[in-house]
């Protein structure tokens, strides 16, 4: 039997849609009079509203994945059915004993929820009971036969299939859970379509299995999310590692480099203060005179470095030649020798004079430097009175400063950087009786003992004994007149090997020796012949310990001759 729908009652989920005949708007507006709806369903009150019913509702609501059914067919004459049908909220047992429900059907107990949250959803519940108002009689037929669940009222499956069948007993509570995720696929209804709304749905077996695989790809998802994270986090450890080694590196080669720096710091320092010192030097060499004497003439430094011979017919080489002989001296036959006898004569070819301009000015500098160190009155000190008393064989040239000439020998080799550059007592013999420095003596023959044969090298200090060279009468030895600075001059009366040579540290000594006051060292030392009172030399030598006290003025070269009737 089929019943007209008098009024439009819209559908809570879609609106165009009635929920008593699942009939759209437009066919309410223009089949008003019409007969053609045709039900073969069972049709529940839609007056039945209260509040476990909407209770029911929110349960359904809250489960987002329930299933719209569409129930058809008429129900066994068995038991009658229950007029609520699906949306039945009664909990009493003896209810479900008298009333036959559909498989859809879940029992619940008595509902907790608030009164507030049924009078919000009272109206809902009024259109949901109209759309779940069938149920086919051939579930419900089938309910009646199928064995019993070996698990009853302890069953906990949640599967609609096994509720299909089997049976559970009356007091068994049915708990369906479904995921967050869409379980329910939304009916599409046509406007055009006069059918009622049919919802497609999945099986609930395929959705779970999809479920499950999502799950563990995303499970797997995270645990590689998680593996890159880790690994991520060691490589950063490692890095971080790395970086704190090489900051600690770099930690200490900045501190190296920090010394490094003020080191180099202090010696660009010291460097350029002496730079400075040696400027001021040059100025103040510059500054104070260097007259040369008149003989060298007015254009003595045209040149850097000349060498002048002298005329033998000069009065300049007549002082040079009486004074290289005046002071011959015998010396024992030992060195310097010719035929192995002293020379008592020096045959002089050449006297060649020496003008240097470096050379002469470092020497008037250092002569400049005495006298202002004395206040010009170095003829007061008591080694300046004493050379008075005991005179030095060569002539006084500057009372000033106790300027002598003086000679010295040496090897042919020397003799260039002797006149080119000066001597350097830097690299002196440590082992000479004075220690190291640049000895000169006031007798000829005493330097001529220091000069080795130009041809076998022998017959010097510090060479062997003798000479056997054929002729030697013929060889052509030089030796160099300096003129030297003594300023105040330390007379070593006896000598004394710690003081003159070793030093009070074992050192061998390098500087002249303290004066009195123990602050001041004296200008150069002389060491006393026996015949004035000294212990060890026979004849006097002085030495110089600073470069550019002495200047080589003249080179002499000369050869040796004795004479027999005075050996005899």
Known sequence: MSEQCDSFNPNLFTPNICCNCFRDKQYHQNSASSNEYISSAVQIPADHETTDNNDQYNQNETATTSEPILVQTSFPTTLPQCKYGVACYETDGSHFEQFLHPPSHRRHHTSNTSSSRVNSSSKIDQHRTNEQDMVPSNEISTMKTLPPCKYGLSCYRTNPNHFEH????????????????????????????????????????????????????????????????????????????????????????????????????????????????????????????????????????????????????????????????????????????????????????????????????????????????????????????????????????????????????????????????????????????????????????????????????????????????????DIEFAIVLYRAALGDVHVAMKYDKEKYRRGPNKQRVRRPPKKANDKDLYDSVMGESMENGGDQLKYREFILYESGQAYPEYVSLKRTSFDADDEE
């Open 166 to 473: 089997y049976s559970h007993p009356l007091g068994h509570i049915r708990q369906e859970q479904f995921s967050n995720i869409g379980d329910v696929d939304i009916p599409i209804v046509s406007n055009d379509s006069p059918s009622p709304m049919v919802p497609t749905c999945r099986p609930d077996n395929e959705r779970k299995l999809k479920l499950k695989e999502k799950l563990k790809e995303q499970k797997k998802s995270e645990l590689h999310f998680i593996e890159l994270m880790q690994n991520k986090v060691e490589s950063l450890i490692d890095q971080l590692e790395l970086k704190d080694k090489e900051i600690t590196k770099l930690r200490q080669d900045l501190t190296e480099m920090v010394t490094y720096s003020q080191e180099l710091e202090m010696a660009l320092a010291e460097e350029i203060n002496h730079r400075e010192r040696r400027e001021l030097e040059r100025k103040q060499i510059v500054a104070i005179p260097r007259q040369t004497p008149r003989y060298w003439g007015p254009n003595a430094f045209e040149e850097p470095y000349r060498e002048i011979e002298i005329s033998t017919q000069s009065p300049e080489f007549d002082i040079i030649n009486q004074l290289m002989n005046a002071t011959i001296s015998n010396h024992g036959s030992k060195y310097g020798t010719i035929n192995g006898q002293d020379p008592t004569e020096l045959l002089i070819n050449r006297i060649i004079r020496i003008h240097n301009n470096e050379l002469w000015h470092v020497y008037c500098y250092k002569k400049d430097m005495i006298i202002h160190k004395y206040n010009d009155r170095l003829t007061d000190c008591e080694s300046s009175k004493y050379l008075q008393a005991h005179p030095i064989l060569t002539p006084l040239l500057d009372t000033k400063t106790n300027e002598y000439w003086l000679f010295h020998g040496c090897s042919r080799n020397s003799l260039y950087h002797l006149l080119h550059s000066g001597y350097d007592p830097r690299v002196s013999n440590l082992s000479g009786m004075f220690g190291g420095g640049f000895y000169l003596a006031e007798n000829s023959s005493k330097s001529n003992r220091y000069i080795p044969c130009p041809k076998c090298g022998k017959n010097s200090i510090g060479n062997d004994i003798g000479c056997n060279c054929a002729n030697q009468q």
